[in-house]
């Protein structure tokens, strides 16, 4: 049972580490691309490419793993995802890399603050601290870049996106799967972004046609990984790994862009990582101490029966 538990928490971790180069590679594609194309006729490409993968994956996985419980959630969720793709790329073509992925990883923050309104969660003290340290890491992403807001702007939107979809599937994921939702999402980001992709359209050179293909498929890979990761391992160890697309997002943006790496930037950017690991760990911590309470109160029961 041990060996099992562990090889399953390292396929996890190996899904996530993944997860990680998939994630940084489809930002820098994104970044090679924004100057020649729009940035929906990306996001389009993006996901167009993006559903025979996971068509590939569903289909191995069997009739059993396509369940839809509600078409809205799905519909929303896609929504969701289309604009905060939109989002996300204005925010890698305005900012350097690192920066840009920076105010992404603000999500987990947006989550914790919004799982008190929308799912009822308590917050403590602690989390309250996380917030305010990851915000004051994003002022200090923001300041050198005061003067194109846009980029900012675009940024946090992304966030907030990716925020309200996660905070969607914790609070349907009895009744939605996340293979589902990775296909359906695609299908509506697709449906969504069509109509302004053509009012927009740029003709795609050969080039540019293997990048939006890479692109496609890195990001519905990406997508399934991720998923499978947080089905295979405890959620604050993968946290940690995920938080490495910063500094390589870093690495990458000073090594192919010659961006150079602010201090003050870089001080923002190891809060933001730093706050939203914290706030995963108490998230653990808290989970292990109420199935502690829950065992101890079965046992008491079961002591008192005897």
């Not at 996530?16 to 970044?31: E, P, Q, R």
């Not at 993006?50 to 068509?55: C, G, Q």
Request: charged share 10%; aromatic share 8%; proline share 4%.
């Amino acid at each position: 049972m041990l060996i099992a538990c562990m090889s399953r928490t390292v396929f996890g971790v190996a899904c996530m580490f993944v997860y990680v180069m998939l994630y940084v590679g489809t930002n820098m594609l994104t970044k090679l691309l924004a100057p020649s194309l729009p940035l929906v006729q990306i996001a389009l490409f993006r996901y167009g490419f993006a559903v025979p993968v996971i068509l590939f994956v569903l289909a191995a996985a069997g009739k059993c793993a396509f369940r839809i419980g509600s078409a809205r959630v799905h519909a929303v969720r896609g929504l969701l995802a289309a604009a905060g793709s939109v989002f996300g790329y204005a925010a890698i073509a305005a900012l350097p890399l690192g920066d840009a992925t920076a105010l992404f990883f603000t999500a987990p923050l947006l989550v914790a603050a919004g799982a008190v309104f929308v799912l009822g969660e308590r917050s403590g003290v602690l989390r309250g601290v996380c917030i305010a340290v990851g915000f004051a890491g994003v002022f200090m992403i923001a300041q050198p870049h005061f003067a194109g807001l846009g980029g900012i702007a675009a940024g946090l939107g992304n966030a907030l996106c990716a925020a309200l979809g996660v905070l969607m599937v914790r609070r349907f994921r009895n009744t939605e799967g996340a293979l589902p939702l990775a296909f359906t999402t695609s299908i509506v980001c697709v449906a969504v972004l069509v109509v302004p992709a053509y009012l927009t359209w740029s003709s795609v050179s050969p080039k540019d046609l293997v990048a939006l293909i890479a692109l496609g498929a890195m990001g519905g890979a990406a997508t399934i990984l991720l998923n499978v990761a947080y089905q295979n391992a405890p959620a604050p160890m993968l946290a940690g790994i995920d938080f490495l697309a910063v500094p390589l997002s870093v690495a990458a943006g000073a090594a192919m862009w010659d961006q150079p790496i602010a201090l003050q930037a870089a001080a923002g950017c190891m809060l933001v990582v730093a706050a939203g690991l914290l706030n995963l760990g108490q998230d653990y911590l808290i989970g292990h101490a109420a199935g502690a309470m829950r065992a101890a109160r079965r046992l008491r029961r079961t002591l008192t029966a005897a």
